[in-house]
């Protein structure tokens, strides 16, 4: 059975960081795209950033110079360094995989956790 299990969230104030991970299992996700999506109450799902298996990440333009995604094949785990956090960046972080390379798009992945909470007080 695949699984994407999120963990690392929860609350810090603004200018904080976090550091959420992704623990995968049921297969290997060493070729997959692996990304961070993000879900505040009210609005759709978003892209934050996503990593192919080798090459560096790709972030969104709202958080780019914050979060930085890493990845640990050996470990079967993806990573989200969150740094200056801002009151907007509060949501549910999801993280997601898939085999395509489409990594901004929310449709381009079949793979996905329960997510886990962020929360950013100012």
């Known amino acids: 059975q695949v699984q994407l299990v999120e963990s690392g969230g929860g609350l810090v104030q603004a200018g904080g960081s976090l550091r959420l991970s992704c623990a995968t299992s049921?297969?290997?996700?060493?070729?997959?795209?692996m990304a961070w999506f993000r879900q505040a109450p009210g609005k759709e799902r978003e892209f934050v950033a996503a990593i192919a298996w080798i090459g560096a990440g790709i972030n969104a333009d709202s958080v780019e110079g914050r979060f930085t995604i890493s990845r640990d094949n050996a470990k079967n785990t993806v990573y989200l360094q969150m740094n200056s956090l801002k009151p907007e960046d509060t949501a549910v972080y999801y993280c997601?995989?898939?085999?395509?390379?489409?990594?901004?798009?929310?449709?381009?992945?079949?793979?996905w956790g329960q997510g886990t909470q962020v929360t950013v007080s100012s």
């Open positions: 049921g297969r290997t996700f060493m070729s997959d795209v």
């Open positions: 997601a995989a898939d085999r395509r390379f489409r990594p901004v798009d929310v449709k381009g992945y079949e793979y």
